[in-house]
Nanobody, 117 residues
């Protein structure tokens, strides 16, 4: 599985961005998909994940109510809609896939999100 993340950029605080992650292969719907992020000088952290069918989602507390993860299995793509962005959301965002919610085997290359104050 190869993952290609896109959609990052520079946005003012309070603005919105939508990240996309396109996956190769025909087994996309067999994988849990997730987004992680890594801010400068910090460790990578979990942001959100979505179940195989998209019926179940889970978010880290800091993004609840602002971010929405979704997936389109027909397009082999997972999305992260980010609203009400804050400067502390600035990071490189990575998509990942795995068979289990606690283990992700495949990672995208990352896309940079910069939120200015």
């Amino acid at each position: 599985v190869q993952l290609q993340a896109s959609g990052g950029g520079l946005v003012q605080a309070g603005g919105s961005l939508r990240l996309s992650c396109a996956a190769s292969g025909r087994t996309f719907s067999s994988y849990i998909m997730a987004w992680f992020r890594q801010a400068p000088g910090k460790e990578r952290e979990f942001v959100a994940r979505i179940s195989l069918s998209g019926g179940s989602t889970y978010y880290t507390d800091s993004v609840k109510g602002r971010f929405t993860i979704s997936r389109d299995n027909a397009k082999n793509t997972v999305y992260l809609q980010m609203n009400s962005l804050k400067p502390e959301d600035t990071a490189v965002y990575y998509c990942a896939s795995g068979r289990y919610s606690y283990q992700y085997d495949y990672w995208g290359q990352g896309t940079l999100v910069t939120v200015s104050s």
